[in-house]
């Protein structure tokens, strides 16, 4: 079982077409056709949207991708195209909405990994391979890998997985040109955000990253990638305290854990894999989980929040 353990009915807001709840994101449509993407204080762990959210985590993600666009521009466009509220929008989506150019996005998540663990792992386990890439005898849980790796995945709906996918299927789904671009882009912007999260004492695992092309381009063959979505936040990345890392055990993750320890304590009375849903949160752990966001924000971009 997996899903919302309660799917939130969509703010109205006149001249706005509500479009898709996602598990964490609302998104809508200006009449002038802009998205609209507006990041909730939902968490998701284990498959599962949470029924208690974590303060200011929405604004937490909106303000963080910000700062990474911003810094990633000379790399690549991105798609926000304000951080104004539409006129009529409730007050409290200041902070955490973005108005961005609506893309003609490419079905691909594009992941790039440095370290070796999750799906990655469980892969290269079975195969000494990740999304078909071959690898060194001899990693383990959190290894750093000989040279970051791009290893996309197809969208899933909401509660399932994510699949990867090996390279040659994305050529053969977006086209070879498009595919080479896609991932010498994913590798190039991993690497620039790597360094300087490693700056900051933050090791970047892994990231996924969205990208589109304008909707006015007609050929995909030679177009400019635009990266969309949110990017480089704890919800997209893994994100692990370079003091404590340590490979040959599951790192300790930068925001999920508290509440990741919790469910799976006796202290919550929830079995991950049977049929019911995660119960609230303790007041201490949406504490402690909101302050590992907020530290998030503060170490990498160095602004107390
Ligand atoms: P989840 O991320 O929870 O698995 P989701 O991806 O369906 O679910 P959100 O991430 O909340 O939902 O919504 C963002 C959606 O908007 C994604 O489908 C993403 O591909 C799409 N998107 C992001 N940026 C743009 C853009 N500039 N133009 C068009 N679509 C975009
Ligand atoms: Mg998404």
Redesign the pocket.
Known sequence: MSGFVEKPEPVEVPGLEHL?T??????YRTEQGD?V?VASDRM?AYDWVLPTEIPDKGRVLTQLSLWWFDLLADLVPH?VLSTELPPGAPADWQGRTLV????R?IPVEAVARGYLTGSGLAEYERSRTVCGLALPEGLTDGSELPAPIFTPAT??E?GEHDENVSYEEVARRIGAEPAANLRQTTLAVYARARDIARERGIILADTKF?F?YAAATADTEGAEL?L???VLTPDSSRFWPADTWQPGRAQPSFDKQFVRDWLTSPASGWDRHGEQPPPPLPAEVVEQTRAKYVEAYERLTGISW
């Open positions: 898709h996602g598990k964490v994101r609302d998104l998205l993407m998701s798609h961005c150019r609506s893309l996005m969208k899933a909401v969205e589109g635009v969309a979505d949110e």
